[in-house]
């Protein structure tokens, strides 16, 4: 079974904390991976994407990588109320063939960001 | 102001009744996606298109039918045979993904259907 996980929270942070957000995947072959933020009625919109192991930095924003543990984090510095939202997890999944460049979305970790 | 448009914003229709959503792109973008979501739920691939003229089912396939024409349209029609075609709708694009790397995509702002 192809799989992204995400913990659904909600995840309550206070503002200007850190907030981590976790994502797992089920297939060791994947290379692509991507985080959305999802407001309330809204479509997702772009974060970050990753491809290589180790960390990227963007603004407030770092992804994380580690392909042999298999999993992909998201950290938010100085969280503000701003970033309350849904984030999504996105990897392609799948082997080398057709199917190799769909992404497979995980349900999302809730977060609020309190004042 | 480049950027996908999707329309309507909202749609209400009732059952029995085939409907379709626009999808209108100008990022000359070659692939282009269709997801639906529901309440609580992540974003499940309905169909998926890499080039015109070509197109591919996703993992919910069953109900809906699209068309890949021209380069930046990519409608998609929920049928009347869809079960449960009440959803959020989110049109998607990217570059067409290469030696194994899947490129970001960037979403429409979606269509809401509400079928009764």
């Known amino acids: 079974q192809k799989e992204v996980e995400q913990n659904s929270g909600p995840l309550s942070v206070p503002e200007g904390a850190i907030a981590s957000l976790n994502c797992t995947y089920s297939?060791?072959?994947?290379?692509?991976f991507f985080w959305y933020r999802q407001y309330s009625g809204k479509s997702p919109e772009l974060i970050m994407f990753i491809y290589s192991n180790g960390d990227k930095e963007d603004g407030r924003f770092t992804a994380q990588l580690n392909k042999a543990s298999q999993y992909v984090s998201l950290l938010i510095r100085d969280s503000q109320p701003s970033d309350s939202a849904t984030y999504l997890c996105a990897v392609n999944l799948g082997d080398s063939g057709a199917g190799s460049y769909q992404l497979t979305f995980g349900k999302g970790t809730k977060l609020s960001v309190i004042p | 102001d480049g950027g996908i448009t999707q329309s309507p914003k909202y749609l209400f229709r009732k059952e029995g009744q085939n409907v379709t959503l626009s999808c209108e792109q100008n990022l000359n973008h070659d692939a282009m996606y269709w997801y639906r979501q529901d309440p609580g739920q992540g974003l499940r691939l309905i169909y998926y298109?890499?080039?015109?003229?070509?197109?591919q089912k996703g993992d919910i396939a069953e109900g809906y039918s699209v068309s890949r024409e021209k380069k930046e349209s990519f409608p998609l029609t929920v049928t009347s045979a869809q079960k449960n075609p009440t959803a959020f709708y989110l049109c998607a694009s990217s570059i067409e993904a290469t030696s194994g790397v899947t490129y970001e995509q960037y979403f429409g702002p979606g269509t809401r259907l509400t079928v009764t």
């Open positions: 297939d060791r072959g994947s290379q692509s």
């Open positions: 298109s890499q080039i015109v003229n070509d197109f």
